[in-house]
């Protein structure tokens, strides 16, 4: 028997059961000789089918772009034979071990009565519609011996291409049993090749690409950090079919796991040419124990594929994550002055009140106080003290921040504030008095990172703390408008001092950093916060449904962050991407502004010391950010320029309905005679449209090479293309798209 979804914009459920059950009917026949039942889920363009064998074996068949006809899914059945297949685990759809399976394993366990093999079965599914978009498969998996069974589950986003797939594990054995590995998900590919392009990175060197052919074997990209699991390697990749991932053509899937803690992505190239991809937790460290009737529900791993390149799979992504991820994914966010890189921990009330006049005077939102601000007995006047004594220090702002705040209002700008909850600093109150709140081996020396160590949030108490301290900021300074949440250590000395199993470390750290941040959000849903972990060590799905934007690199070359923001794009919408001008790099402050508009923009830098031209062009750049701000955030982006590929990047922004737009180009090549020889192709404009082309953030005074009176069809502006005339005195040139007709 086959069944289908198809869950069509609008429709209804019912009119969706009745199809299905036509198309059930006429496969019946054809399929019972090889396969009991098909399990089809269905987006607007992609597919997955999980097939039941005779012998109880669920397979996943297929993954990709959807047919035609859903009928043609049973001709799967035949081409790809279970005779290639000596024990039938090439395909599984969520591989077991310690039976007939020799490949790498989605799940591992020990029985409470230390037996290690596992051989799930098809048990039963139901298709469930969460709403008219979003779809789920769930498919229930039981061992044939042990008591011991596995839901998976595949929701699929129908509009935008999204599958989030998970797995919820359970037993009702005597006793404990022991999960050694535990994938989110086990996803099975067919094509000639396939090319896996990754990260790499480190503090102020994050999202470092490589893109390599996969070979038979495993090919593993994880994280044993810990907290800043991104740190070393990033937990979000890109897959192409047959050939390095192109823009606008070729099969690809995008995917990440949406987890804020170590991770484990495993492609494995087997003998019959299958890829299969194993994502999930990583099980370094981490055999979890699992009671009797308690549940494991894996974090998700999302994907989109996409037949029409990476372009279209990065659409799919933004519109997923601003739809349903990304915190406020729909709204709009704060301009702001930060005071880091002005002051560091120098910083007293008389100077934070010239900052906050500062604020006002450059046109920004909000004015964030960095770290410095706290600790009494040890004042935080370096990174060596007082994380976890969050108290102001009486000497810096002896009124608190209560006035600050109030004075930020006075100016008529709102004040955001700083804090790194999760940490201690070993010369601190907080670490007095509570030694067992911190992670650490005892009778090992203590390891530090950026002279810090990592509260135990697998302790309920620990929570409790973190939480009260955001409540507190929360409840004394009502009128608190934004929060920068840091994150800057790993974890050294991986050890809880309250469980009892040490194997659930890691994951129930996660699982209590979650926990705080639901009872933030539960309290204060809107608050803007950003993601920071000393930079971009912790950017990822799980972690930005709590968050309205990421910090991406302590690095703020504008030159480096071109590069960094480029590859950013590919997974996270531009609207998440906090992008502040700052004294990092020699360029004018045009091209700083340049850059940092595409995302959100903010600054970092001393704005009484500008120039007076300056100054007045930020004013200004801030005043057309207003403006485009809604295309830059909520449009669809379209990359025009690889700054890997060619001499410059361009990346353009365009509205739904195609009549508004802003391109973005930069020159990252400063040799001489560099700049752009060609016109460069827009994309996603309508053809049939006239379009005005205008040069802004132009500074003071500065004329444009560009006729602003001139007007392009989309069609030649997408075939013909137009040049921004980059050069060594044009290095940044940004446009803006107005249709005339
Ligand atoms: C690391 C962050 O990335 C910086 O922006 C700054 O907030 C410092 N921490 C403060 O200690």
Redesign the pocket.
């Known amino acids: 028997m086959q069944r289908t979804i198809v869950f069509m914009k609008h429709c209804c459920f019912v009119l969706i059961a009745m199809c299905c059950y036509l198309i059930a009917g006429a496969q019946q026949k054809e399929l019972t000789n090889q396969v009991k039942e098909q399990l089809i889920l269905e987006g607007s363009e992609q597919a997955i089918v999980l097939q039941v064998e005779i012998n109880g074996d669920l397979n996943m068949v297929y993954l990709g772009p959807k047919l035609l006809h859903s009928s043609d899914y049973r001709r799967l059945a035949s081409q790809y034979k279970q005779a290639d297949d000596y024990t039938g685990m090439y395909r599984a759809a969520y591989t077991g071990s310690g039976s007939r399976n020799l490949l790498e394993p989605a799940i591992s366990v020990r029985h409470a009565d230390g037996n290690q093999s596992l051989d799930l079965k098809y048990l039963n599914h139901e298709f469930i519609t969460v709403n008219h978009n979003i779809g789920e498969l769930r498919v229930l998996l039981k061992d044939a011996l042990y008591p011991f069974e596995v839901d998976l589950h595949y929701r699929i986003y129908q509009k935008e291409n999204v599958i989030e797939q998970w797995a919820t594990i359970r037993h009702h054995e005597k006793g404990a049993v022991e999960l050694v590995k535990y994938s989110s998900a086990n996803l099975n590919l067919k094509a000639d090749n396939f090319w896996l392009k990754h990260y790499h990175g480190d503090w102020i060197k994050e999202m470092q690409p490589e893109e390599e052919k996969l070979t038979h074997g495993i090919k593993t990209i994880d994280s044993k950090l810990g907290t800043r699991a991104n740190l070393f390697q990033h937990s979000s990749f890109l897959l192409s079919f047959n050939g390095p991932a192109k823009e606008d053509e070729g099969s690809v899937l995008i995917g990440g796991l949406a987890w804020s803690g170590n991770f484990k992505i495993d492609f494995e190239k087997d003998p019959q040419d299958n890829l299969r991809i194993l994502a999930g937790i990583n099980n370094y460290a981490s055999t979890y124990i699992l009671q009797k009737n308690e549940e494991f529900i894996t974090p998700k791993f999302v994907y989109t594929i996409s037949d029409q390149g990476i372009g279209n799979a990065s659409r799919n992504l933004h519109n997923w994550a601003r739809r349903y991820q990304l915190l406020d994914g729909g709204g709009s966010r704060l301009t702001l002055l930060n005071n ?1 890189e002005a002051t560091y921990f120098d910083f007293n009330e008389d100077k934070l009140s010239s900052l906050l006049k500062d604020t006002k005077k450059l046109g920004v939102d909000l004015f964030l106080l ?2 410095g601000w706290f600790g009494n007995k040890y004042p935080r006047n370096s ?1 060596t003290a007082a994380l976890g004594d969050w108290e102001e220090n009486r000497e810096k702002l002896p009124n608190g921040l209560v006035s600050l705040v109030k004075e930020a209002a006075s100016n008529g700008v709102k004040f955001g504030i ?1 804090v ?1 909850p999760e940490m201690v600093s070993p010369k601190s109150e907080l670490y007095e008095k509570h030694p067992d709140w911190v992670v650490k081996q005892e009778g090992r020396p203590e390891y530090y990172f950026r002279n810090q160590l990592v509260l135990d949030l697998s302790n309920p108490k620990v929570q409790d703390f973190v939480f009260k301290t955001l409540d507190d900021l929360f409840v004394k300074n009502p009128g608190l408008a934004y929060v ?1 949440w ?1 994150c ?1 250590a790993v974890i050294y000395n991986a050890y809880s001092p309250y469980l009892k199993s040490q194997g659930n470390f890691y994951v129930d750290y996660v699982k209590g950093l979650y926990a705080v941040l639901e009872r933030i959000r539960a309290k204060y849903p809107r608050i803007p916060m950003m993601l ?1 972990s ?2 971009g060590g912790r950017v990822d799905y799980g972690a930005l449904r709590y968050f309205t934007e990421y ?1 991406p690199s ?1 690095n703020t070359d504008p030159l480096e962050r071109i590069f960094m923001q480029y590859e950013y794009s590919f997974f996270y919408p531009t609207l998440a991407s906090a992008n502040h001008v700052t004294d990092w790099g020699d360029q004018p402050i045009k091209f700083k502004v340049d850059v940092a508009m595409m995302g959100k923009l903010g600054f970092d830098i001393v704005v009484s010391k500008l120039p007076k031209e300056d100054l007045a062009f930020c004013q200004q750049a801030l005043k057309t950010y207003d403006e485009l701000k809604p295309i830059i955030w909520q449009g669809d982006q379209f990359r025009l320029a690889n700054p890997r590929e060619k001499d410059y990047a361009s990346i353009l922004y365009v509205n739904e309905n195609r009549d508004s737009g802003v391109i973005f180009n930069y020159l990252v090549n400063y040799r001489q005679n560099t700049g752009t020889p060609v016109p460069i192709k827009f994309k996603g404009l309508d053809p049939v449209k006239s379009y005005r082309l205008e040069e802004i953030n132009l500074y003071n005074g500065e004329s444009s090479l560009i006729n602003p009176g001139e007007t392009y069809t989309g069609d030649f502006l997408m075939k013909v293309g137009f040049n921004p005339y980059l050069s060594s005195k044009r290095k940044s040139v940004v446009l803006k798209l107005t249709a005339v007709s």
């Open positions: 880091w960095d770290d990174d700083w790194e920068k840091d800057n920071c000393g930079g910090w302590d």
